[in-house]
């Protein structure tokens, strides 16, 4: 009788043990469920599955913990300033939807003899590099009047700065530089409705890089024009040049090109062309500069490069950093 019970006693002891084994099973994929599903809600709303928080000191020497912040988007009117910028956000950094632009800032300056393995690519005002000092004879340049993204895109043919006629993308494409700046828009501008000209921009940013995978690109701001010549020309006015440049800032940085605001070495305290960088001849069309003009403008690419390796051999001044 004893050998009975004791039997039974075991066989409710093993029993409760399974019961709870499954009780904690179940309790497990329930959990595992709760997880997956809030995982799926966060990952569909496009919100962080978790938020690790950053531990700081209290002025006391205690640990403290805290949320990170998120970027807070640049402000336009931080942008379309006429003094110098600093860098809103660093390179090589993600950028977020809130994240206008990214303005290169001024690193050392750089020797002439840094644009002999430069390719400058663009329109009738990137001829200018081709004809004055301190860049002819020293600069490549692939530059034709009245051209824009989409007619090299499409492979036109039209005649370089020095007369040469040649199939634009083809003689692009043959170039083997060490760093390429680019600068289109004048007369897609007039020609071209915004969004128009902002998608071919966009489609040859995206060859240049296909064509030059491992090359630094710099995109250049449009330049801006005097204050007659966007009173007669309004899709020129200096207001919406200064907009598009904020767009072509921001499909730069997406695209890991630099994006250099030329304007801040060009423009009066109005915010148009300086006049005495423009010819001071009735024939003038306040847009394409003089000899003074191309110097300064030179000048403030060589203060605002990239740090590498190449480059550094060409520093002449200041600090130069990454």
Known sequence: MDTYRGFKARARRRRNRILLAE??????????????????????????????????VSEQGEPEQETPQQPQPVEQETWNTNVPLERTVNVGLELTQNAQMLALPANGKLSTEYFRTALFIGDSLTQGFGIYEPTRDVAIVHAYKSISPKFILDGGTANNYNGVEEVTKDAIAAEQPDNIYLLLGTNAVLAQEDDAFLHYYGELMDWLRQTFPEVPIYVQSITPVTAEEEAQKPRLANDHLRQLNDQIAKMAVERGFYFVNVQEALVDDSGCLRGDYVWNTATSDGIHMNPAGYAEWADYLLRHTAYSKYNSQFVEEGPYSG
Do not use: N, R
Request: proline share 6%; net charge negative; aromatic share 8%.
């Open 23 to 56: 009780a904690g099973l179940a309790v497990l994929i329930v959990a595992l469920l709760f997880g997956i599903s809030y995982t799926m809600v966060k990952m569909i709303h496009g919100e962080p599955v978790l938020e690790w928080p950053t531990q700081t």
